[in-house]
Every structure is written in C-alpha cells, then in structure tokens.
C-alpha cells in the first residue's frame, strides 16, 4: 500500500491537499486497489437530498481486494487467527491461501441454496471464523449483508429481517460467551415466525446443542459445505452498490438500516486502517469488537485484510476466565497492536493489577480505543501498564455511519492527549456549529459536531427509507452532516468528542435510543409512560435510568421491576437492561405535553441543585417527588 502517512510534515501537506483537490486526493488513494474497470468519476454529491457517489462507473469486487490480490505474494501469511472462548482449546489459522479457499466455497453453499447478487441476508452468529467468511461469502456474490449482534433479541432480529426483507439467514446453533452459552437458533426459530421473507438458514454446528431444524428451510453448514467446490469467481460490483447493510440506533425507537457501498466503504476502511494503525508487514492485528457492530465489520474483517494484514479474532469476553485474559491472548500471539474499548479498559483496571503482573506485553508497538470517549483515568492506566509508556495510543472517534475513523492521532505520528480524538485524518473536513448552524471558528470552543464535505466511507442511505436518512443525518443543519456528537476544539485546533447531544445512549460502548427502552418498557401492562435518561457509570460510561409511571403505584416495586427487565431483554437484548428503575406518579412535562429530559438527567447525575428553570413545567411539583424518590 502507497498511502501511509509517516510524518508530521506528510500529515499535514496530505490534510492540505485533501482540502484543495479532494478529487484528486481519494483518487490517488483508490488508485491502491484493484478495480476491474476505473470509476469515470470520482465524486457527485449534494448533502440536500442526499446524493453522494463515489467513484461511479468503477466496478470491483471488495473480496478480491480482501484476498485474491494477495494471494501471489501473501498467499502464505496468516491472515486470521482465532482464539476460541476457552483457552484450553485449539486456536484456528487461515492463511490468505486457505481463507481464499473457504469464502469461495462458502460462496458457492449461498448460491447453491438460492442467493444471488443484490439479496439480503442477515447474519446471526458467534465470533468464529466462519462468521468472517459467511460476510465475505455474501461479498464475493453480492449479496447484501446485515449482520445482527449476538447480543439483539427474537423481536430485535425480527424487526431488522423484516425491515431488510432478508430472504436468507446463517446462524449457528449456540454461542459460547464467557461461562455462558447461548441459544441462537431457538432464538432465530422464534424470530423468523413472523419473517415470510426468509426460505432459507445456513445452520452452523458450535455448540452441539440440541436444536429444531425445520425441514425444507434449515441446513447444516457442513452438510452444504461438502457439496460445494471452492471456485467461484468474484461477482462485480458497481462501486455504488450496496455491500451491507448494519442498524443502528437513533432518537426514534426503531433501528436504522445504514447502508454502505462496495467502491467508497472499500477504499477508506483501507485507508483508514493503513494509516491510523500504521500497520506493519507482520504485526498482528487484535481488535476487541464484535462483528456485530461495525467496529468488528471494519477492522476485524475488511480494514485488516485489504492490507494484507494479520487480524486476530476472539470469541470470548475479556473477563473469562479472569480479568488477564486479553492480556494473556496479547502474550500468546505475540500481539502488535490491540484496539479496545474504554468500557473494557475500566472494567480491566477496576480489577487490578494482579491479572496483569507478570504478562509479557513486549511486542505491543501501538493502542487503540474507540466507541465512546476515554476518560483521562483510563487513558493513564491503558497507557503505562498496557502500553508501557511506549505505544501510542489512537482515541478513535467513528460511527455505524461513517464506515472508518474520521479524527484521531495517526499512532506514533501525530500528536496525543489523554481523552482527545485529536486531528481528522486527510480527506475528513469537521465543523463545529452552534444551535443555530453557524459555524463556530477558532479554537477554545465548543458546538455541535458536523463533517462539511462527503468521504468515501460515509452512509448513502438508511435502508427502504431515504427520507429518514435525510431528515436524521442532513435535515438540522443545511449542506452539513450532522454526527449527533458534542465536541470541543482546545487551544491548539484539536477536537474533544464529549458524548451525544441526542436521545442515544452508549452504554459499554453499545448504542442504544432511549426511545426504544421507553418502548420495551411501555409493553408491561401496568406501566402508564416511561422516561429514560443515561446517567455517568464507572464501568459502563453510561448507565440506563429509567423513570417509569405505572397505573397505579407498584405494591411489589422488585416484582414489577424483575418483569420489566424481562421485558426488556425480551424486546432489545439483555445489554439494554436498564441499571436503575424509579417508580413516579408523574413526568416533568412542558405545558405542550414535551418531558423534560434534562431535568431527569440532572436528577440521575444526582445533580440536584441546579435543575435549571422549571417554571414552564405543567405540574412542578413532580420534580420534589422525583427528587424524594432518587435511587
Ligand atoms: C465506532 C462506533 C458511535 C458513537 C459516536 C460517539 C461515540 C465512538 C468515540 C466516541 C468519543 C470516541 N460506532 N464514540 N468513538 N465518543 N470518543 N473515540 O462506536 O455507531 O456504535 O457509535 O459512539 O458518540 O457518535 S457507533
């Protein structure tokens, strides 16, 4: 790859010319990659509508970029290992050689059972290999895919098959997850009851739980498997195609589909990684998501393998067996660099010292973080005992929506500081802007963060709905994309993201609208209305507190709340659960009906002093009681 920025000087001329010749700026960066045939165009866009194309008239193919172009040089590296949940058990390589082989085939089992190119297929699977190769199975055939976190609920998965009219699904019988495991199928079997869409699920063997295989729409993995051969040439793709489709939380209660497309994703998650991580030939690669969120999507599967790079994957969870694991996973592969999240990094620190005394964390060159903001603690303690004072450390600031990092130091070559994003990367314009939408110049401010011109990664559309896209991302403010993000710029022009100025919530590091808690709870029968408000938690970043109206008073307040966190797990996921449940006989509201929330929030901070005006509230009383009743 010709893209690597290495110096300071390199940064910022590329961040210049980025500027002055975006065009020529990407196309050069594009120029990388194996295009079956050149884009005529490299951009057209109004963020009015919006309409952003990139590269039109380019076709590719994303997992010839991903694999076969290596093959000839990289054909025998490593491109994935696999550390399994127990550390007892076998771990799995893929060369590029034999991954190649494997999403080929894979391929072909899809096409066997009937998809074909432009076709929806959600995902529901563990973190094993084969989750990496049934998503670049449906990108080597053009299928669409939307993979859903093991984590999400029947009724979750239901909603997003539906919403994608999704005719295909692979899942896996069970998922090991810590000291747990995990019904998937049965949970699938449940949400595919209202899915007509879907003729056919791909069955992957895991856990050897006994599972319902429905005759005629259920198949074994294995049993497809050893009826396909591993040809199957790459099906090409106009740039502008869609690669995936991966929902995602917002203000309103229901999940949105956010599309991206094959040439524009392609060619900056590529980038992206190259740069930020300033990847190495042989480094390993360890990023901590799920591929269940698009941190996994981007830089397990795709940012790693369109350089040639070697991405560790693994199915467990940093505190199984104990609180050492990571650091044990870093010694035995001998890791490079690791990309985690602040959620986990506190967690870890709360535990102690003890679990990392003793690991060899030697071959680690550079940290990552990202998902919400890393407070200074964290930063210090990820810093010195992780990194020994000697790995930078990139606080990456991204979204579902933008593909790839948009601002964050390139490691080891622009500057850090402890809770900063710090710069945007060439080719990334940000603005700061105030309610009104002008724009906030100089340094030592704060606004609204907004991105004033189109990059390659960023969503075209929200899925079957492209006026919700526009009304959500380019409707508050005029020729801007609009992050949902506050942030501040210091003294020296470099950017501090300080949370959501929206209704969603990042609870570890998950998005979560607070809509669609209030919803989940509103199902129990007795609950009259519901407010919840994220609140500061140690661990978590955000907690979830929620203020609930019941018909009449609860006598049994621990029944009720027991049912309601049954609710919601049954609706969302367990990760949605809300921390705290504060039964009240009335909602602050405005005399138009509006709640509150920043009074609530105030009240779940346990700031209650300052509640600000609340003259204009139909019934101030509430606010005492609420106060009296603070858990
Ligand atoms: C990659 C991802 C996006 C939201 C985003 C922010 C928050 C993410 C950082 C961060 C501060 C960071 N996608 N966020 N990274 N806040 N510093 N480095 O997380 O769609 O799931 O969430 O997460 O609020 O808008 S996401």
Redesign the pocket.
């Known amino acids: 790859m010709n893209y690597q920025i290495q110096s300071i000087g390199e940064y910022e001329e590329a961040y210049k010319f980025s500027i002055e010749n975006p065009e020529a700026f990407w196309a050069e960066i594009a120029y990388n990659f194996k295009w079956e045939k050149k884009w005529d165009n490299v951009l057209d866009w109004n963020f009015k509508e919006p309409n952003i194309k990139w590269f039109e008239g380019g076709t590719l193919n994303i997992t010839e970029n991903c694999l076969d172009r290596h093959l000839e040089i990289l054909g025998n590296k490593t491109a994935l290992i696999w550390e399994p949940n127990n550390p007892d058990d076998e771990i799995r390589t893929f060369t590029y050689n034999q991954l190649h082989k494997e999403v080929c085939r894979f391929a072909n089992v899809l096409k066997n059972n009937g998809a074909k190119k432009g076709d929806r297929i959600c995902i529901y699977m563990p973190m094993v290999p084969e989750l990496a190769i049934a998503v670049l199975a449906c990108a080597r055939i053009g299928a669409i895919h939307s993979v859903v976190f093991g984590g999400f609920s029947a009724q979750s998965i239901s909603d997003r098959i539906q919403d994608a009219q999704c005719s295909m699904v692979i899942t896996a019988d069970g998922a090991f997850r810590g000291a747990k495991e995990i019904a998937l199928k049965p949970i699938m079997d449940e949400a595919l009851v209202n899915c007509p869409s879907v003729n056919k699920v791909i069955v992957l063997e895991r856990t050897k739980a006994k599972i319902n295989m429905l005759k005629g729409r259920d198949v074994w993995w294995q049993d497809e498997l050893a009826k396909a051969n591993s040809d199957c040439p790459a099906e090409i793709m106009d740039a502008e195609d869609m690669l995936f489709i991966l929902y995602?939380s917002g203000s309103t209660g229901k999940p949105k589909g956010v599309v991206h497309t094959c040439g524009g994703y392609m060619v900056y998650v590529g980038y992206t990684f190259a740069n930020v991580f300033q990847y190495q030939p042989n480094e390993i690669f360890f990023c901590t998501a799920d591929i269940g969120?698009?941190?996994g999507h981007s830089y397990i599967i795709y940012g790693p393998l369109l350089n040639g790079a070697t991405s560790l994957m693994f199915e467990g969870v940093p505190n199984f067996p104990d609180a050492g694991r990571l650091w044990d996973i870093v010694a035995k592969h001998q890791v490079n660099i690791l990309y985690t999240a602040p959620t986990a990094i506190r967690s870890l620190m709360q535990s102690g010292l003890d679990f990392v005394k003793g690991k060899n964390l030697n071959s680690l060159t550079k940290l990552g973080?990202?998902?919400?903001?890393?407070n200074e603690e964290a930063w210090h303690w990820y810093s010195e005992n992780i990194g020994k004072n000697n790995c930078p450390i990139a606080?990456?600031?991204?979204?579902?929506e933008t593909g790839g990092i948009l601002i964050s130091p390139i490691a080891g070559v622009t500057p850090t500081k402890p809770s900063y994003?710090m710069l945007p990367l060439p080719g990334i314009q940000p603005i700061l802007v105030n309610e009104k939408g002008d724009e906030i110049l100089g340094n030592n401010v704060s606004g609204n963060l907004c991105i004033k011109f189109p990059w390659p990664g960023m969503l075209r559309t929200t899925y079957g709905d492209h006026e919700r896209c526009r009304l959500n991302y380019f409707a508050t403010y005029e020729n801007l994309y609009f992050?949902?993000?506050g942030c501040l710029r210091d003294a020296d022009g470099h950017y501090r993201?300080t949370?959501?100025v929206d209704d969603v919530l990042?609870v570890s590091?998950h998005?979560i609208g607070t809509a669609e808690v209030e919803n989940a709870i509103d199902k129990h029968p007795d609950v009259i209305e519901t407010a919840v408000v994220g609140y500061p938690h140690d661990i978590k970043g955000q907690g979830i507190y929620a203020f609930v109206i019941c018909q009449k008073f609860p006598d049994d307040e621990a029944k009720t709340r027991t049912e309601i966190l049954e609710i919601v797990t049954k609706e969302i996921g367990a990760f949605a659960k809300p921390d705290k449940i504060q039964f009240v006989n009335g909602l602050p509201k405005t005399r138009s009906g509006k709640i509150m929330r920043r009074i609530l929030r105030k009240i779940a901070e346990g700031e209650l002093e300052n509640l600000g005006d609340i003259t204009t509230l139909l019934d101030p009383g509430v606010v005492e009681d609420i106060k009296g009743g603070r858990l």
Do not use: F, K, L, Y
């Open positions: 995602t969120w698009v941190t973080s990202v998902g919400e903001p890393i606080d990456t600031w991204w979204q579902t994003a992050t949902g993000d993201i949370g959501r990042n590091g998005r």
